[in-house]
Structure formats: structure tokens, C-alpha cells
């Protein structure tokens, strides 16, 4: 891949299916290549996940009556871009409740951080992170501007048939979400669908609520902000939660919890030591930094200590399919200019690009 290459973006509106209908015809090859590239992984992965594609369907059914009673308008997207992709519908709710499925099998790591307006040159509140997912879906990623009726537009990130949920909307709420690991897990409402919901929120104390459904599944860190300088860690698993706020004008978060609450969920903790390397890396570099514009963030997102499970993180070839890993995207939301820098693979390699938000 041409490492000066922009991202793919596409232009979608209307009701939540007809969004999915445009979604999947738009990018009909991005989800056709992952719906095979996952069906592959479980058999790579049988001896792991114990599981075959058609056990995972039968899995999925299981979450859908939750998604279908909470946010029947997502699950409306997924049907629509089922329909325009040619992928089963059955096939894009493996690939949107995987996380559960596979009990958190993928050990993957994303970083994400925020500075307010008081830490930055312009007056303006920037928001950053690295999306670390699995190499394959790398080809397979792009960004959606989408005018959904009755709800906010958003700009946000997404690859294959995977719903949208890190972005922003045209009031300034933005949302990135780190994987974390609760040992409560449940079958309920898959977490891509419950962060999903957070682009459509107008004010931030709503963003939060959107998280925290009653018959949730699981959760992320999701990192919320808005154009106001609020910084919230929403840290959430299926039946606790708990909120880090960014004080000192930052936060950062990685894939481990950080409040004393919710260390007590937290399943294998000891295979989350680069988590811990991460997050302490970055924090170092937001406060060795007075003033942070995008450029600085961009040099933080760049960093390569502890290689190749750095922020910037690099494909390691020896590692366990389920934990190979490398940064498929990386992006910096400015939520004053409602603009998104968008680097596409490892930002050590290629160029950010810029994309507005057109309210």
C-alpha cells in the first residue's frame, strides 16, 4: 500500500437502512474481503476459540434479541448492508458481536488520548488515537460521512461490515474505544452496537448514558469528549462502570483499567503489561509537552518505545494469529474545526489527511 495514499470515504444519508443499503454497496468489496478473511480465522484459530463459523452464527443469534430491543436502528444498518453487500446478515453479526464470541480471545490494542483547549495552541480540544486491529483489515478501512434522519451527522471510522463508533458528530461528541478485558462478560448487547449509539448524542452526560445500557454485554474504555474540553474514561464492563475526567486539561487510556473499581473485573491482568508500557509512555508524553497541537499529537502516536507493541504498533509475524496486531489506522479529531486528521496504516509510514466534517 502506498503509505501517501488517502483513506476511502464515502458520502451516505437517509434512514438507518437505507445508510447501510449505501454502506454496503459502496464498500461491497472492503466487507466481502472480511467476512472471508474472519471466516478464515476461525479455522486458523479452532484449536483457540473452539468454535467453527457456522457455531459462531449460532453464537450471534444469541445477542441479537438485545441489539434488536435497544437499538433496532443499528441493527436496521446491519441489515442494509447485508442486503446491498451480498454478505448474509447472519455473517455481519459474527463480525459485529466477534469480540464476545471469540470471550475476548483477541488480546489487541489500541491507544487513545485528549488535550482541552487550555493545553493547546489554538484554543482548540483535539482528541487522538491509534486503531490497532488485526493486519488483514487494513485494506478493508474507511471513513463514513454520514446524515442519518433524525439523527446528528457524523465522521467517523470503520472497516469491513463493522458498524461506525470512533469519530465525531457535528456537535462536537467524540468517541475512541479501547478493547478492556472484565471477567463478567454476559450474553446481552454487543459493545459495537452500544458505542455505536454514541454518535448520535447531542449533549456529553448523554454520550456517557449511551454506554451504560442495563443489559449490556460487556464494555470498552471509551474515551468521550466535546468541543467543550469535557475529557471523560468511561471504563465499563457488563455490570459496573466507573469515570476517570481529565482534570488537568488530558487523559490518555490504552486496553487495561485504571480505576481501582474496576481492576477488580479485570480478567488476566498479567497479559496487559504492554498495555500498562503504553499508556504510561504516552502520559509521559503529553505532559513533557505544554502546548499540544496536532503536530504533537501526531509525534505521540508516532512513538515507537517497546517496539513492535509501541503505540505506533508493528505487525510481530511469530505472534498467536488471535494477537497479531499492527495500527490499521490513525486519526486526530479537532472538535473546534469539526475536522478529522486521518493517517492510513502506521502513522510512522504515511502522511495524515484531512477531512471536514460538513455539518
Request: a negative charge; proline letters at 4%.
Amino acid at each position: 500500500m502506498d503509505t501517501s495514499t488517502k483513506l476511502k470515504i464515502i458520502y451516505v444519508q437517509g434512514t438507518h437502512r437505507e445508510i447501510g443499503q449505501q454502506i454496503g454497496e459502496m464498500c461491497r468489496e472492503e466487507i466481502q474481503r472480511m467476512q472471508e478473511v474472519y471466516r478464515k480465522g476461525f479455522e486458523i484459530a479452532y484449536d483457540e476459540l473452539q468454535l467453527t463459523w457456522d457455531e459462531a452464527i449460532l453464537q450471534a443469534r444469541k445477542y441479537y434479541p438485545f441489539a434488536e430491543e435497544l437499538v433496532p436502528q443499528y441493527i436496521a444498518e446491519v441489515e442494509g448492508i447485508a442486503e446491498a453487500s451480498g454478505v448474509d446478515f447472519e455473517d455481519l453479526m459474527v463480525i459485529n458481536c466477534m469480540e464476545a464470541i471469540a470471550s475476548d480471545a483477541l488480546h489487541l490494542g489500541c491507544t487513545s488520548l485528549a488535550v482541552s483547549a487550555e493545553r493547546c495552541a489554538d484554543g482548540h480540544v483535539l482528541v487522538g488515537h491509534n486503531e490497532d486491529w488485526l493486519p488483514d483489515d487494513e485494506e478493508n478501512t474507511y471513513l463514513i460521512h454520514a446524515r442519518p434522519t433524525g439523527e446528528p451527522t457524523f465522521l467517523a471510522i470503520t472497516y469491513g461490515g463493522l458498524l461506525p463508533n470512533i469519530g465525531f458528530n457535528e456537535h462536537g461528541i467524540a468517541q475512541c474505544c479501547d478493547s478492556v478485558y472484565p471477567d463478567d462478560a454476559r450474553v446481552g448487547v454487543p459493545r459495537v452496537f452500544v458505542s455505536r449509539a454514541v454518535l448520535a448524542a447531542s449533549r456529553i452526560a448523554d454520550a456517557i448514558r449511551c454506554v451504560l445500557p442495563r443489559r449490556r454485554a460487556a464494555g470498552y474504555n471509551h474515551l468521550i469528549a466535546n468541543r467543550h474540553g469535557e475529557l471523560y474514561n468511561i471504563e465499563v464492563s457488563a455490570r459496573r462502570f466507573d469515570t476517570l475526567y481529565g482534570m488537568s486539561g488530558y487523559l490518555a487510556h490504552t486496553n487495561h483499567y485504571l480505576t481501582s473499581r474496576m481492576r477488580k473485573v479485570e480478567d488476566r491482568n498479567e497479559d496487559l503489561i504492554g498495555s500498562r508500557v503504553r499508556l504510561n509512555r504516552a502520559l509521559r508524553l503529553l505532559r513533557r509537552t505544554s502546548v499540544h497541537t496536532p503536530d504533537t499529537l501526531k509525534e505521540i502516536l508516532r512513538d515507537h518505545v517497546d517496539h513492535p507493541n509501541s503505540i505506533c504498533a508493528h505487525v510481530e509475524p511469530e505472534d498467536n494469529p488471535l494477537d497479531r496486531q499492527k495500527t490499521i489506522a490513525s486519526m486526530i479529531m479537532d472538535l473546534t474545526a469539526l475536522e478529522m486528521h486521518v493517517c492510513w496504516g502506521n502513522p510512522c509510514e504515511g502522511q495524515y489527511h484531512t477531512y471536514q466534517l460538513e455539518a
